[in-house]
């Protein structure tokens, strides 16, 4: 079993950055992938960035490739997002989510960050 717990959202204004974290615990952390999504008021949750256990493989949604990293921390059992140059657009809740290296579907998920970005 793995808790997921997210912080570091906020407000912020257009062109600032943030970066969020995902704690986790349990020992298996560093055998799940992780992931960000995030969903924005009357859309549906969309996926953000995911990085594989080790750190050494990620994704990116394509609408956030080179405004966002993700990244984790073994040792700390924490998974981070860094945002850059932030947009209205980026305004939402951003969910944390883990699952077994090779399953499809995530099976852990945090209760989200709310991040505000203001024009």
């Known amino acids: 079993q793995v808790q997921l717990v997210e912080s570091g959202g906020g407000l912020v204004k257009a062109g600032d950055s943030l970066r969020l974290s995902c704690a986790a615990s349990?020992?298996?952390?560093?055998?799940?992938?992780m992931a960000w999504f995030r969903q924005a008021p009357g859309k549906e949750r969309e996926f953000v960035a995911s990085i594989s256990w080790s750190g050494g493989s990620t994704s990116h949604a394509g609408s956030m490739k080179g405004r966002f990293t993700i990244s984790r921390d073994n040792a700390k059992n924490t998974t981070y997002l860094q945002m850059n140059s932030l947009k209205p657009e980026d305004t939402a809740v951003y969910y944390c989510?883990?699952?077994?290296?090779?399953?499809?579907?995530?099976?852990?998920w945090g209760q989200g960050t709310q991040v505000t970005v203001s024009s």
């Open positions: 989510a883990g699952k077994p290296t090779g399953q499809l579907r995530w099976d852990y």
């Open positions: 349990g020992r298996t952390f560093s055998s799940y992938a």
